[in-house]
């Protein structure tokens, strides 16, 4: 098994067992689950990186591992920086097609208000049915991208 195999909502369990206790290590955690520490690392990397973990427990993990003994190796400590980096990167994306779909919606709200101007000035103009779909979809994708993004 590989860390991109790890579903959501196991990152998710995974994180909050690692905070539990302040004694609790990525080989305790493993144990529990059947899983080696470095793959529980792996799966808690991808979780920060991915914008999986929220801001707070990506900080709060990332505060637990600098203040223990396995930030003395440099190298491995740095990676933890990467994935912060990586997770930056990530939310980028993402406000960026946030924008575009509040852009998006607020073009589709004004073709539904001006229905008759919007199909006298187009060639081959969608439906009000389809128009009203799309606006639906996007107004269910929204909030889960400015959820996201907090």
């Not at 990397?45 to 990506?58: H, Q």
């Not at 600098?66 to 990467?82: E, F, L, Q, V």
Request: charged share 30%; hydrophobic share 35%; proline share 2%.
């Amino acid at each position: 098994m590989k860390s991109k195999d790890v579903d959501r909502r196991s990152i998710w369990l995974l994180a909050k067992e690692y905070l539990s206790s302040p004694y609790v290590t990525f080989e305790c955690v493993g144990a529990s689950h059947d899983l080696s520490g470095r793959m529980v690392s792996n799966i808690l990397w991808r979780g920060i990186a991915e914008n999986i973990l929220s801001t707070t427990v990506a900080e709060a993990v990332y505060s637990k591992i600098i203040h223990s003994s396995y930030r003395g190796r440099t190298a491995r400590a740095n990676r933890w920086d990467d994935a912060f980096d990586k997770r930056q990167e990530t939310r980028e994306k993402m406000t960026k097609k946030l924008a575009m779909f509040k852009e998006w919606e607020k073009l589709l709200v004004y073709r539904t208000e001006h229905y008759d101007e919007y199909v006298a000035s187009c060639e081959s103009p969608s439906s009000l049915e389809e128009i009203n779909e799309r606006l639906n979809k996007l107004r269910e994708i929204i909030p889960h991208y400015a959820s996201a993004l907090r």
